[in-house]
């Protein structure tokens, strides 16, 4: 299978008005778009829209929620302008852990038939049940990808709505770094990046995750509010929610 999984570090460094860093171990499933349904049959302790120690739901992701996520994805490839005939869809998610889920950032990777990244949507998710997609082309010169977008969606009550983020993907075969930057008023704000080994997606291996990093996804909601409160202790300022986009 190409589908794999993805382990390693997430990282946060806040820049202003005073500097807050954090850093946590995680794990993701890279599930190329074709496969859902050969990940399967193909393991006991992963599900594709059934109850299992980790579950894929089509309709955890997109809004409205998708029926059958490939077939959506390749619709919005379309309605963006692209045609995807022969493109490979890897989703860098994470899948229901005993039932919960809870993703800030998923990210589809989405290759053209000679196996060039050409665009990346992030699917932003918030805590107010709210989703949110931004699609990335591909830049007419160099060979990192790396692209801008104005925020259009309330992620964090810690940060206002104006900014813009800067996204590069380094997509090697044996390892996956993905880093976003925030900027206000052309000063950088936060700088997120992962940085993530592949390995094979087995029975085996999706035990040890599920030991290494028990209840990820849970561990991620909570991760989200503690960090939050220490932020508030800390004096930063507090941002409404407002509309969830622009």
Not at 165 to 184: A, C, F, K, M, W
């Amino acid at each position: 299978m190409r589908s794999h999984i993805l382990e390693g570090t997430v990282r946060h460094r806040r820049a202003r008005p005073f500097v807050y860093a954090l850093e946590h171990a995680v794990y993701y499933l890279a599930l190329d778009l074709d496969e859902l349904d050969l990940v399967d049959r193909s393991l006991r302790l992963v599900s594709r829209n059934r109850p299992n120690l980790l579950s894929f739901r089509d309709g955890d992701h997109l809004d409205p929620p998708a029926i059958d996520l490939r077939t959506a994805i390749l619709g919005h490839l379309r309605a963006a302008g692209h045609d995807p005939a022969g493109w490979r869809v890897t989703l860098v998610t994470n899948l229901r852990v005993f039932g919960y889920v809870f993703n800030p950032a998923s990210f589809y990777l989405c290759r053209d038939p000679a196996g060039v990244l050409e665009v990346v949507v992030v699917e932003v998710h918030n805590t107010h049940l709210e989703r949110h997609l931004y699609t990335l082309h591909r830049p007419a010169q160099g060979s990192e990808f790396m692209a801008s977008m104005d925020k259009d969606f309330y992620v964090s009550p810690f940060i206002e709505m104006s900014g813009r983020y800067t996204v590069r993907v380094r997509d090697e075969p044996g390892r996956l770094r993905i880093s976003i930057n925030e900027d206000q008023a052309d000063e950088l704000l936060l700088h997120t990046s992962l940085d993530l080994v592949r390995r094979p997606l087995t029975d085996r291996l999706v035990a040890r995750m599920l030991v290494r990093h028990p209840f990820v996804t849970q561990r991620t909601i909570g991760l989200i509010h503690w960090h939050a409160l220490r932020l508030w202790r800390r004096g930063a300022r507090f941002h409404r929610h407002g509309a969830p986009a622009r």
